[in-house]
């Protein structure tokens, strides 16, 4: 099905515009990632309906996303990892925020935890979205900090179902970005690197 989606997208851009090959495989790589957010997305809906955590479900995307933006982090190689890494992950932790009582203290030694990891390691890049410049690496890691820092205030003054969310957000993005996640996927990490090597900008 994906396949038929995107060939029929394709076509009709090789259709219309005079696009070279690199800037053809740059729109098919981005059309089949939006494909399989949106498939995997309404999948994950359906489940917390059915496990009556939707809107936890919607407060965790919403602050993960936030978190995604700056902090980026690995994508897996192949398309059933990304399902099942996803179908997991989106299905449990909703439900993880809505019965668990975590202690404030426990709490928020894993922000401050999170918030040192993201220092050290945010942001993570792939090798098919290197992130080349220097400058804007600072700009995202210092991004990236002040929005966990964010987080962790705000959990000090909500509901468990809001702390935990950000909470549950920040330390699924704090393993998105670790070298040891990227190892056991056997991704590359530090990309941009290898940029830099070559005389790229940086």
């Not at 489940?47 to 936890?56: C, M, P, W």
């Not at 040192?116 to 690496?137: G, M, N, Q, S, V």
């Not at 040891?180 to 990490?189: A, C, F, T």
């Amino acid at each position: 099905m994906k396949e038929l989606v995107v060939n029929k997208i394709m076509n009709n851009v090789s259709k219309y515009y005079n696009y070279d090959d690199v800037k053809l495989k740059e729109i098919k790589y981005g059309i089949e990632s939006i494909y399989l957010t949106i498939t995997k997305t309404i999948v994950v809906i359906i489940i917390s309906l059915l496990l009556n955590t939707t809107k936890e479900l919607m407060w965790f995307m919403l602050f993960y996303g936030l978190l995604r933006i700056t902090a980026f982090g690995l994508h897996a190689k192949k398309a059933w990892h990304c399902w099942v890494l996803s179908l997991t992950l989106f299905s449990l932790i909703p439900y993880l925020i809505k019965v668990l009582i975590i202690n404030k203290y426990i709490s928020l030694s894993l922000f401050i935890i999170s918030t040192i990891l993201f220092i050290i390691y945010a942001p993570a890049d792939t090798e098919k979205r290197p992130l080349i410049h220097k400058r804007k690496r600072i700009i995202y890691k210092i991004i990236s900090i002040i929005i966990s820092i964010i987080y962790m205030t705000i959990s000090r003054f909500t509901g468990s179902i809001i702390s935990n969310s950000l909470l549950f957000a920040e330390l699924m993005q704090v393993i998105m970005i670790l070298p040891i996640s990227y190892n056991l996927l056997g991704l590359k990490y530090d990309n941009y690197k290898s940029y830099r090597s070559k005389g790229g900008k940086k």
